[in-house]
């Protein structure tokens, strides 16, 4: 229970910069275009106006290519501007009422990292050899390469020894000095492969200095709420109701959906995990269905159950995107945006609508952050489903059937959000319809 008291008001727009702003796919000291951190800045208005009150930014250090295999963590990606470009950025956001929180990749580097380059150039001397995992040949000298412990297989990227005091000071020290310059927080990614000890000295140590920072760590499997606990973090992200929302709405099958939620509300008892439908690693919710018309329906689901939710750039567009397993495979999902909103195509408008919508709703209904789920009604193609956390309840009702249903309104008199209509204690529900009620 250590997340910052803002978080509980928070909904992100995750952008992934190094695609966003169209910048090289690989390092550079001479990009085709300076400064393009600020090129973000003409989109804050339009974050705001969508209802999110934060700008969760992927990669922007020094980075080789992609932005996760970091070289310089005090240095911004020339392909993306300076560090008076991001203070910028940060002041702008401020300016509008919007939280900041950055992308840090503490498992792994890139090959270039200053420590371990001092390790390929000193050999099994250098003062930074401890700070990695290394397999050095007999008679090693400085100009050999020994074999490292990597992320996962991805040579590039090399894994760092947790185990190390020295890495553990240095990234206290890298999330200091940004939070320092106005983050607000710390997005972790590939958490999962860190110690959880790791993770409780750390952010002990950098709570210390910033009470109200938030740490939310990248989990794809596993016992969420233990890995929260035991490394100090405020959150993780909700893979598993991710795949439930998607799945359960291609398959017709609500009983898939009811089952996550119901392990969810078990997690909002220690924490509140970060929800989404789309992020810069998977296939665009847009694609990912097979029935564009379920889309509302997904976006209720994400807006009226606990969590903290996060809606990737140009989701709210319904922009499509399909990741791949390959070489280039994350191209398709992290696009290049028009370098001002008003050059959006109107095509994506009813989409944006609909994000407004569910939003606004969210935003006045803040207790919906630790709110837990309570199903009403389940078939496989209509579900209903309570959401309350103190004084606060809302019944949400959802029907992924090609026919109108009619479905029990748990005591709800007012329709707050949906097409549907109210029949005394029951709302009808037209084909594929849904209903947010009060």
């Known amino acids: 229970m250590n997340e910052p008291d803002w978080i509980q008001h928070a909904i992100w727009w995750q952008v992934y910069p190094l695609g966003f702003v169209g910048a090289e796919k690989t390092t550079t000291t001479e990009p085709a275009a300076p400064h393009r951190l600020l090129d973000l800045v003409p989109w804050l208005d339009y974050a705001v106006e969508l209802g999110a009150s934060g700008i969760a930014l992927g990669p922007v250090f020094a980075a080789e290519t992609h932005g996760y295999d970091t070289t310089d963590y005090f240095a911004i990606d020339p392909r993306l501007g300076t560090l008076e470009d991001l203070d910028t950025l940060v002041a702008e956001a401020h300016r509008r009422g919007l939280r900041i929180l950055l992308d840090g990749v503490f498992n792994h580097v890139g090959r270039s990292f200053g420590p371990f380059q001092q390790v390929l150039t000193e050999g099994p001397g250098a003062d930074t050899a401890t700070w990695f995992t290394l397999d050095w040949p007999d008679g090693a000298a400085p100009g050999v390469e020994p074999g490292y412990r990597d992320f996962e297989g991805h040579h590039h990227l090399v894994a760092l020894n947790h185990a190390e005091p020295a890495v553990a000071d240095f990234v206290v020290e890298v999330m200091q000095f940004w939070l320092d310059r106005g983050a607000d927080g710390w997005r972790l990614d590939a958490a999962y492969a860190v110690p959880s000890t790791f993770w409780a000295g750390v952010t002990s140590r950098v709570r210390a200095a910033h009470p109200d920072a938030y740490f939310v760590g990248e989990y794809i499997h596993g016992d969420y709420a233990a890995e929260v606990t035991a490394g100090g973090l405020d959150s993780a992200t909700q893979y598993e109701l991710w795949k439930a929302i998607w799945s359960s709405l291609n398959d017709a099958n609500f009983f898939e959906l009811a089952a996550a939620l119901e392990r969810h509300t078990a997690l909002l008892a220690s924490f509140a995990p970060l929800t989404f439908v789309g992020n810069h690693d998977v296939t665009r919710i847009s694609s990912r269905l097979d029935d564009a018309a379920l889309l509302p329906l997904a976006l209720v689901i994400l807006f009226t159950v606990g969590g903290t939710p996060s809606v990737y750039y140009g989701d709210e567009q319904g922009y499509r995107g399909i990741k791949e397993d ?113």
């Not at 209904?365 to 789920?373: G, N, P, S």
């Open 326 to 438: 390959r070489a280039g495979g994350d191209d398709d999902v992290r696009p290049l945006f028009p370098a001002s909103p008003g050059d959006l195509s109107a095509i994506g408008q009813p989409v944006f609508a609909v994000h407004q919508e569910l939003i606004g709703l969210r935003r006045r209904h803040a207790w919906l952050h630790r709110a837990t789920t309570e199903i009403l009604q389940l078939s496989n193609e209509v579900l209903s489903y309570r959401a309350g956390a103190g004084s606060g309840s809302l019944v949400v009702a959802l029907n992924l059937s090609d026919s109108e249903q009619r479905v029990d309104a748990g005591g709800a008199s007012s329709l707050l959000g949906g097409h549907a209509s109210l029949d005394g204690g029951v709302v009808v529900l037209p084909p594929k319809g849904w209903a947010v009620l009060d």
